[in-house]
């Protein structure tokens, strides 16, 4: 089984639209470090918080070296610096992060990442959606930004346009 870390803007998006359950579907088990879980459910807006402890397919697991986690601390936030820790200590697979800054860290750590949308392409892929774009409509009335240049080229990945 692969080892994914999640950070909380994918958990975020994708539960805005109803499709959390692709992570589950795609990796069967998701690692998320305790400071994206405080991100998502005890600082979120109460209409947008996220209890993951309630999902099976979710563990919700802490960075083991704190001191490493006080000398990142850098642009990047809380949770960031977690994902990137913890996927290092547990040898991950697979990050899932959204922020470019922080994927840049986690690929000079050595470290394999995407993106919400990659996830979306890959859920495809596999046949777990049929179409991509009215997810990235809804991710777009969400508030997620997505250009019109990047939303284009989903679609032609996709083999939607």
Do not use: W
Not at 5 to 17: D, E, M, R
Not at 104 to 123: C, D, E, P, Q
Not at 132 to 144: F, Q, R, T
Request: aromatic share 8%; hydrophobic share 45%; glycine share 4%.
């Amino acid at each position: 089984m692969l080892k994914v870390v999640v950070n909380s803007t994918p958990l975020i998006a994708l539960n805005a639209v109803n499709q959390l359950s692709i992570l589950g579907a795609l990796y069967k088990k998701i690692i998320v470090p305790y400071g994206v879980y405080e991100e998502v459910f005890f600082k979120a807006p109460t209409n947008k918080k996220i209890d993951l402890s309630l999902f099976d397919y979710i563990l919700i697991e802490r960075v083991k070296n704190a001191y490493a986690k006080e000398l990142l601390q850098t642009s990047l936030h809380k949770g960031e610096i977690e994902v990137i820790l913890l996927a290092q200590e547990i040898n991950a697979d697979l990050c899932i992060i959204d922020d470019y800054l922080a994927r840049k860290y986690a690929s000079l750590f050595g470290l394999k990442v995407t993106g919400t949308i990659g996830v979306l392409l890959r859920a495809k892929e596999n046949q777990l959606i049929k179409e991509i774009k009215p997810i990235l409509n809804d991710l777009i009335k969400n508030g997620i930004y997505i250009s019109q240049e990047l939303y284009e080229h989903i679609l032609m990945l996709a083999n939607e346009n």
